[in-house]
């Protein structure tokens, strides 16, 4: 036992005057690389949410009728600037580079989408700003990786890494950021690209440190629900059956797109005239339900807040379906994450009224990831970025529900670019 406690004793000292060897990636060219994409990224989803929060106060003063036509401004404005400075493309264009380009974005377009967007999601419409940080942040990824002349894989990665800190600079989660932006990417029931996931989760962490200095961002929900009790396993029964329901709801904005989609489409008008168009739509809407006006991330408080009857619930609903529906087809820029939730909040509180024994919060949060998931086909990302926002601490309900959006979602994806196989 002696000999066997010296030899142990020298090894233990041999260990001690090696010198200490740091993991290879710490410190290293690559991780620098991320860590600064994510402060670059980080910079700019504050300067454009500050430029954004200006904005918004400034067009907010006009209310009542006033918002048909500031809206139609706005909406022609953005129209023009697309029209003249060039087309940035949608949620499917950025699919497909990354896919199909070798994971290159284009910056070329980025003022474009940086102005339209602005004018867009300040003036009213029900898009959010989560598309456009994903473009402009993921294309600096792709500029940063080309000036250190990455390629192949390496350079996938920066892009998506840039993707990742835009996203979750607005909400807030970096896991959850990190993780969408490899889901939205994905291939039936594959993510595909799964080894940008460390760089995504570096360039995430430094993003959403800068971003929340720069806007003073504090921890906590977004959104306040109340605190949920467990009360069973029939709860993720429950969860299943809200989301079924939110599906429901998913399958019918999809065919709704597609119906605005083919009536702006009807005749080649030039994109100004479309934008136009959508913001007297748009400016109608919020004349007659202001809460639909706005993507939704303080209009959910207020709806959570507001004591509104069943027929009102509904009216919301249907309206708030409409106008994303107009904001998505006739070329308003922004992101539709957050107008889903809003949607799947109304629905949950329509059913919770209708069936006043249900768990409030279950019923909310349930219907929220269903939705989402249903459109945007990321279980674990919506799972995981509901619970960061509404502070809902169990994770395997809202699991449930995702899943249940994500397998009963139409076959033929939202998001076209979803579909189809890499050729690459």
Known sequence: MKLKRR???????????QPIRFNPFLFSRTFLLWALLGLIGGAIAGVYWIVLEFLTHKISIFEG?????VMAVCGLL??????FIGDPGEIHLIVNNIRFNKGKLDPKNNPSMIISSLLCVASGG???????????TGSTGTWLG???????????????????????ALFGAPLGGSLFSLEILHHKHAVEYYKAIIPALVASCFSYLVFAIIIQ????????????????VFDFGYAVLFAMAATAIGWAFIFCIKFFKNLFNKKPLPI?????????LLGLISYYFPITRYFGHEEINELLAGDFALQALIAILIFKILAISITVTSGWRGGFIIPLFFVGATLGLIIHTIFPETNLTLTIVSCMAGINACVTRTPMSTTILLATLTGFTYFIPILFASLTGYFLAPRIPFISSQLEKVKE
């Not at 029900?126 to 402009?136: M, N």
Request: glycine share 12%; aromatic share 8%; hydrophobic share 50%.
């Open 146 to 168: 080309k000036v250190f002349r990455l390629k192949g894989e390496d350079l996938r990665s920066m892009s998506i890494a840039g993707m990742a800190s835009g996203f979750t």
């Open 65 to 69: 009728w006033e918002v048909i036509p």
């Open 78 to 83: 953005a129209g023009l600037v697309i029209h």
């Open 126 to 136: 029900s898009l959010g700003p989560e598309a456009p940080l994903v473009q402009v």
């Open 217 to 232: 961002l504090g921890l906590g929900a977004t959104w306040k629900v109340a605190s949920y009790e467990y009360a069973g």
């Open 272 to 280: 100004y005239v479309k934008t136009l168009i959508g913001g007297i």
């Open 7 to 17: 030899r142990n004793l020298v090894k233990a000292l041999d260990i001690l005057d």
